[in-house]
Each structure stands twice: as C-alpha cells, then as structure tokens.
C-alpha cells in the first residue's frame, strides 16, 4: 500500500536543456519499485494555484545496490518547476509506491516499447530491467530533441530509435503503420505503448491493421493520472473502457489496448 515518505535527494541534474533527473534516497522503495509504479510529490510553491495538488511522476529507475529510486521528468509547469530548483541534501514529501507494475511474461523474446510524454519514464525503466532473454527496442517520440530521454540511461543492449515530429498521431502511424517496409509489430512479441489518451484508440486500430488479430496481453498501454489524490478518491483520472469505468491511480496505470473505445 503507498504510503507518505520524506526523502533525501541525492542527485538532481539535467540529462538534457528540457529533461531532469531526481535521484531520491529510498532504500525501501528501490527494493520495490516496479515500471509503471509512481511517486506522488508535493510540490510547495507558494505562487501555484494547484499547491495543494501533488504532481504524480513514474519512476525512471531503481537502484536497490544503491538505496535510490530515480524519477525523469520535464518541469514544463510550476509545481515541477518548484520541483526542479530543488538541490541534493533537500528534503521531499511523496507518496508512494502508488499504481500498478507492468507484467513481464517468459515468453517475450522481442519487446517494444514506444512512448512520448511523461510516460517514457516508465518505459525507460521497463527497458533498463526487462528480462535478459529479451530483446528490447525502445522508440520515444517528441516535438523537440531535448525531450527525449539521452540514450545513456539505457543498457547498450537496448535498440533506441527516437522521432522528432509536432504531430504525434502522424508519427506513431508512420512509425508502426508504414508506406514501405515492415512494422515493428510484426515482429514484437508484446508492445507496450505510452501515449496520450486520445491515441489509444488509434494505437488498436493500428495494430489491428498490421496484425489482423492481437490476442488480449499482447498490447497493454500506460494512461498517465493528472494531479489529484492518487487513491481513487477524487475520480478526476476516471477514464471509460468497454470493461466499464476505471480508475488508472488505483487498477492502472497499465490497461489492455483493446479495452479503449475505438
């Protein structure tokens, strides 16, 4: 069960002009930090309207030989930018571990993961502890180069492809539904997505388009929770499946592609 903690930052730097990189001292949470689980930060800037809204960010790694967890993050608003004028030896309140981990079966040989936004925090953490029979390709969207994570947090093993494109619905169908050559849905095993709501929809279609058929478990998708509570309480992360109304900070943040309304 999450629970309220206050952490040590041991490390905070920037990994790229738009990207930051928090290191909190955790020993407890490194030991259990799976992709997919997030922290839920207080954010204390007097002059933010949503102070009192703490900002939900998915872990990036943990480092259990260590005692550290790592979040990855863009302080593109106030409370994150609060965040990111934080320095080693600062203190911060969180919650956590809250969410769900993202299964990992024996049988997947071939992973792909593709994201944009937030969420490739959590893919980059899928990446890092994937299991070692896995062959691991890893594509990250964006509209700027600085926002995509460097490829030094990934294991050399991992196939890092990267699309710089400001229309995110044109370049993940490019992407995965090409004009010429094959989709890497042809080959992936399991894919994992991490992409705006609004383009889950599109993601199954997609994969319905290249595959004909994708069995449930093959494609599972990360919905990203706004500021609220994180414990089901607020409702405001409620999202409609055809399985019915659920809440991603309490039974996500991980759902079956096919679940999402076309």
């Known amino acids: 069960m999450a629970r309220q903690h206050t952490l040590e930052i041991a490390d905070h730097r920037q990994v790229t002009p738009r990207l930051r990189w928090l290191a909190l001292r955790a ?15 207080r954010c204390d800037d007097p002059a933010d309207t949503y102070r009192l809204l703490r900002r939900p960010l998915f872990v990036a790694a943990a480092l259990p030989e260590i005692g550290q967890v790592a979040l990855l993050y863009e302080p593109d608003e106030p409370g994150l930018a609060w965040l990111a004028r934080r320095s080693p030896g600062d ?10 981990a993202l299964p990992f079966a024996d049988r997947h040989c071939n992973l792909l993961l593709i994201g944009a936004g937030a969420g490739l925090a959590a893919l980059v953490f899928a990446a890092r502890i994937a299991p070692p029979h896995t062959a691991v390709t890893l594509i990250a969207i964006a509209d700027d180069q600085d926002s995509l994570p460097p490829p030094f947090l990934l ?7 990267t699309v ?6 044109s370049a993940v169908t490019a992407t995965l539904q090409p004009t010429t050559g094959a989709s890497p849905l042809a080959w992936a095993d399991a894919a994992v997505a991490a992409l705006p709501y609004h383009l889950l929809a599109t993601l199954g279609q997609i994969i319905r388009a290249v ?12 919905v990203a929770s706004p500021p609220g509570c994180g414990f089901g309480a607020c409702g405001v992360c409620a999202i409609d499946l055809r399985s019915g109304v659920r809440l991603p900070c309490i039974e996500g943040p991980w759902f079956d592609v096919r679940e999402f309304r076309g």
């Open 164 to 169: 710089v494109s400001a229309d995110l619905m």
């Open 155 to 161: 294991p050399s093993a991992v196939e890092y492809e």
């Open 211 to 222: 595959r004909l058929r994708h069995p449930r478990g093959f494609a599972r998708a990360l």
């Open 27 to 41: 020993p407890d949470l490194a030991r259990d930090a799976r992709p997919g689980h997030s922290l839920l930060a």
């Open 91 to 100: 203190s911060l309140d969180v919650i956590g571990l809250c969410g769900r």
